[in-house]
């Protein structure tokens, strides 16, 4: 579906493939779909912040506990930016 959608949008509208793009499958996602760019977050789960501990706020992802969080990985962003620019510049 999202090769047909880019085709379709070809200019004016970006499709950007989401959801579970790291650096092992984004050249896939791209070759599969025909789109130039994806949008990820590469996330990575931590420690909750001192303000988690405020009883007026509550904190979570679902299923890793009440008070953890996420955050920006740098090492996977690198990661997924080296990946995507090998991909891009290959034959």
């Known amino acids: 579906m999202l090769p047909q959608l880019q085709q379709q949008a070809a200019g004016p509208i970006q499709i950007l493939p989401p959801g579970g793009i790291r650096a092992a499958n984004v050249?896939?996602?791209l070759q599969l779909t025909g789109c130039p760019e994806v949008h990820a977050a590469v996330r990575e789960i931590t420690e909750p912040?001192?303000?988690a501990h405020h009883?007026?706020?509550?904190?979570g992802i679902p299923g890793q506990g009440p008070?953890?969080?996420g955050k920006t990985s740098a090492t996977a962003l690198h990661q997924l930016l080296a990946a995507l620019h090998a991909a891009k510049t290959q034959p």
């Open 27 to 29: 050249a896939a996602v």
């Open 67 to 69: 008070l953890s969080c």
């Open 49 to 51: 912040s001192p303000a």
């Open 55 to 59: 009883r007026g706020l509550h904190f």
